[in-house]
């Protein structure tokens, strides 16, 4: 809750400045005002109590119906929630209410249809660390609402060693093996492979999950085949719409998506006043 409030707080700060020239130029003080939340297009809802707070947080007596909870499929038309209060707060929070809702409820839609995509394999859509700066705790718990995982959160909560990690340590072996010498056993240890022999090399460093990046669907086949169980698998690297379903066939256990948080677009909704 506490990134929730900075992060309306600081875009609130943002647009607003040292005042809202037009609502205050041309509506009278003590206007009040009803206003209500329509989809204008097909999308899973998310960020709806986060639109709410936008509002409360200018104002704690403007009152906030919601018609639907997050997780919702919308259907273009529908209201998604009704407003009342005093017309400056909701004038002044509008936009980014509508920035925050329309963001959110874009990952959300990209991130369920990544995970009807991979319907009936094993397959589990994950995100990546690829979100907006200042965004990434409601850019992950839109993906959550869309239907899929979350990655590792920040650098501080998982290990994960990647090819530059990997060129300054000295190698895989060098790299798994100083990590699981220093990291807590609560910690696994993921590390980032190109090929089957980075992969050879993972498996007998003792790596817990071992991603896939970039490699043909057939080095993928090959390289599920043969860790066999030894480590969590990943696939990463341009997956899109087009190539997910192929993807989830080699097995793998797991198919990250960077696309679901810097590529989603927003969904259109709009706040009309009644």
Not at 40 to 66: C, P, Q
Not at 217 to 229: K, Q
Request: glycine content about 8%; hydrophobic content about 45%; charged content about 20%.
């Amino acid at each position: 809750m506490f990134e929730i409030e900075r992060i309306i707080h600081t875009a609130l700060k943002e647009d607003i400045g040292s005042g809202d020239i037009t609502t205050l130029a041309t509506v009278p003080a003590a206007t009040s005002a009803r206003a209500e939340l329509v989809a204008k297009e097909n999308f899973v809802l998310s960020g709806i109590d986060v639109a709410h707070r936008v509002f409360t947080m200018l104002d704690v007596d403007v009152a906030f119906e919601a018609l639907h909870g997050d997780g919702d499929v919308i259907e273009s038309g529908e209201v998604l929630a009704w407003i009342k209060g005093d017309a400056h707060p909701l004038l002044q929070g509008e936009r980014v209410a509508l920035n925050l809702l329309q963001r959110m409820c874009g990952i959300a839609t990209n991130t369920a249809a990544f995970v009807a995509a991979v319907a009936g394999t094993k397959a589990v859509i994950v995100d990546t660390r690829k979100t907006m700066p200042g965004l990434r705790s409601i850019d992950k718990y839109s993906v959550r609402m869309g239907g899929g995982q979350n990655h590792r959160t920040s650098l501080y909560d998982g290990v994960l060693i990647k090819e530059n990690h990997i060129a300054a340590a000295g190698g895989i072996n060098a790299a798994v093996t100083a990590a699981k010498q220093r990291v807590p056993h609560t910690l696994k240890v993921e590390v980032e492979t190109e090929n089957m022999d980075d992969v050879h090399e993972a498996v007998l460093a003792g790596a817990d999950i071992i991603m896939l990046d970039n490699m043909t669907l057939a080095t993928m086949c090959e390289a599920v085949e043969f860790i066999d169980g030894r480590a969590v698998t990943e696939a990463s690297g341009g997956v899109s719409l087009d190539t997910v379903a192929e993807i989830a066939q080699t097995g793998v256990d797991l198919i990250s998506v960077g696309a679901l948080t810097h590529s989603s677009r927003a969904v259109d909704i709009s706040m009309l006043f009644q």
